[in-house]
Nanobody
Framework: QVRLVESGGGLVQPGGSLRLSCAASGFTLDRYVIAWFRQVPGKEREGVSCISTSGSRTVYADSVKGRFTISRDNAKNTVDLKMNSLKAEDTAVYYC???????????????????WGQGTQVTVSS
């Protein structure tokens, strides 16, 4: 059974940091482009960052550039999202997703991803 499981969410003060982790079971991630998306109630799911199969190329939304870093460890079958300098507007449910369509596109597009985790809540508040 193919599963993606996110962890690491929680409550953090503005300016703080969190590291989200996405672990795969039932398949190996090394052939999949992996992305992090986020969603707040009433809004569409937004692409935050995505990473190529080898990890050599990454894409970031403008809103998180310079603050978030995506990385992957194919040996451990995990993908992380390190989030620094968090802002209130980063509050959302964060999802990891996997795509077998191959190449990394200039943007992380929801329709490109076939497998999704259940999400983890990130709340940035004082």
């Amino acid at each position: 059974q193919v599963r993606l499981v996110e962890s690491g969410g929680g409550l953090v003060q503005p300016g703080g940091s969190l590291r989200l982790s996405c672990a795969a079971s039932g398949f190996t991630l090394d052939r999949y482009v992996i992305a992090w998306f986020r969603q707040v109630p009433g809004k569409e799911r937004e692409g935050v960052s995505c990473i190529s199969t080898s990890g050599s190329r990454t894409v970031y939304a403008d809103s998180v550039k310079g603050r978030f870093t995506i990385s992957r460890d194919n040996a451990k079958n995990t993908v992380d999202l390190k989030m620094n300098s968090l802002k209130a507007e980063d509050t959302a449910v964060y999802y990891c997703a996997a795509s077998y369509l191959g190449g990394l596109r200039p943007m992380c597009v929801v329709e490109d991803y076939q497998y999704w985790g259940q999400g983890t809540q990130v709340t940035v508040s004082s």
